[in-house]
């Protein structure tokens, strides 16, 4: 199981920026996929993008531009850059990761603990 350690949360006025990390665990290998999902005050837990071994990213479309998901893959590390931000951004943002495990054949999902956001003036 990936353990994963999250940093950099906390509180910024809004129009301003923030950097999110998370670091797993893993060693001796590439984690297939790390992202980021938030939770909002009162909301479901929603997906902000992804990462796979190879780099390739998505976001999902109403966060693109002000959003950035990136990794360092030799770490297993991954980092959200979030720019402009509006009170409508404060969440508690969780990292994720989804890996494919050859010796169960099967994919095992690890998630952070949860790092909180808060957008005001």
């Known amino acids: 199981q990936v353990q994963l350690v999250e940093s950099g949360g906390g509180l910024v006025q809004p129009g301003g920026s923030l950097r999110l990390s998370c670091a797993g665990s893993?060693?001796?290998?590439?984690?297939?996929?790390m992202g980021w999902y938030r939770q909002p005050p009162g909301q479901e837990r929603e997906l902000v993008g992804t990462?796979?071994?190879?780099?390739?990213?998505k976001h999902v479309n109403s966060l693109k531009g002000r959003f950035t998901i990136s990794r360092d893959g030799n770490k297993n590390t991954v980092y959200i850059e979030k720019n402009s931000l509006k009170p409508d951004d404060t969440a508690v943002y969780f990292c994720?990761?989804?890996?494919?495990?050859?010796?169960?054949?099967?994919?095992?999902?690890?998630w952070g603990q949860g790092t909180q956001v808060t957008v005001s003036s």
């Open positions: 990462v796979t071994s190879g780099g390739s990213t």
């Open positions: 893993a060693s001796g290998f590439s984690i297939n996929y």
């Open positions: 994720y990761t989804s890996n494919f495990s050859s010796t169960f054949n099967t994919w095992q999902d690890n």
